[in-house]
């Protein structure tokens, strides 16, 4: 069975700061990876999906990098804003499970003016 | 282009009621999925549609929650009778077969 894992689970940085969010999973034979943006209250915005034959996708200030074979992403976000005050979470897409998408818990992050 | 509609936002009942939450995809998709979503945790897939049919229910617990997607377009889920540990945020989604999955805002469920 799939366990996406998160670190770390929260996250305070100030204003301007690069920061990198860290994913993994247990099984390397997913189809692909998703990285989305919750506000509280409020449902699941997607950020970047990256399909298994792709090392990265940017999108803006935002870039995914995966390492199937390590079974690792990273979400890069360069010169954070509050407005980027937010729950990252990553999901997978295993190959052999049909389309659900397997979920970590998420990582807080609050970025400081 | 609209995206997928929910409602109602928020619910509160008490436990052994019954509940039932409605969702709109987004025109032309043809997959759509209920997840649950509890505090401090991520989603987790209840069920999950292709046109009127079941793909995946495996995680629904079908003694007290059911759910129907008639003539392939809008859905419900409904719990009954909830329980205290049915308090979650529902989220519903839509994609085209195998691809990208768009989430509505959510209900959030309070039993008491």
């Known amino acids: 069975k799939q366990e996406v894992t998160q670190i770390p689970a929260a996250l305070s940085v100030p204003e301007g700061e690069n920061l990198v969010l860290n994913c993994s999973f247990t099984?390397?034979?997913?189809?692909?990876l998703q990285w989305f943006r919750q506000d509280p209250g409020k449902g699941l915005t997607s950020l970047l999906l990256?399909?298994?034959?792709?090392r990265e996708q940017t999108s803006g200030r935002l870039n995914a990098s995966l390492d199937k074979s390590s079974g690792r992403s990273t979400l890069y976000i360069a010169a954070s804003q509050p407005g980027d005050s937010a729950t990252y979470l990553c999901?997978?897409?295993?190959?052999?499970?049909?389309?659900?998408?397997?979920f970590g818990k998420g990582t807080s992050l609050l970025v400081t003016p | 282009e609209a995206g997928v509609a929910q409602s109602p936002r928020y619910k509160i009942i008490e436990k052994r009621q019954s509940v039932a939450f409605w969702c709109n995809p987004i025109?032309?998709?043809?997959?759509l999925y209920w997840y649950q979503q509890i505090l401090g945790q991520g989603p987790k897939l209840l069920i999950q549609?292709?046109?009127?049919?079941?793909?995946?229910d495996s995680q629904l617990p079908k003694d007290r929650f059911s759910a129907e997607r008639l003539k392939g377009v809008d859905s419900t889920l409904k719990i009954q009778p909830a329980k205290l540990e049915d308090s979650a945020v529902y989220l519903c989604?839509?994609?085209?077969?195998?691809?990208?999955?768009?989430f509505g805002p959510g209900t959030r469920l309070t039993v008491l």
């Open positions: 989604a839509s994609s085209l077969i195998g691809n990208e999955q768009f």
């Open positions: 099984d390397s034979a997913i189809y692909n």
């Open positions: 990256i399909q298994s034959s792709q």
């Open positions: 999901a997978v897409r295993d190959s052999n499970s049909g389309y659900a998408l397997n």
């Open positions: 025109s032309g998709h043809a997959t």
């Open positions: 549609f292709q046109n009127n049919g079941v793909v995946d």
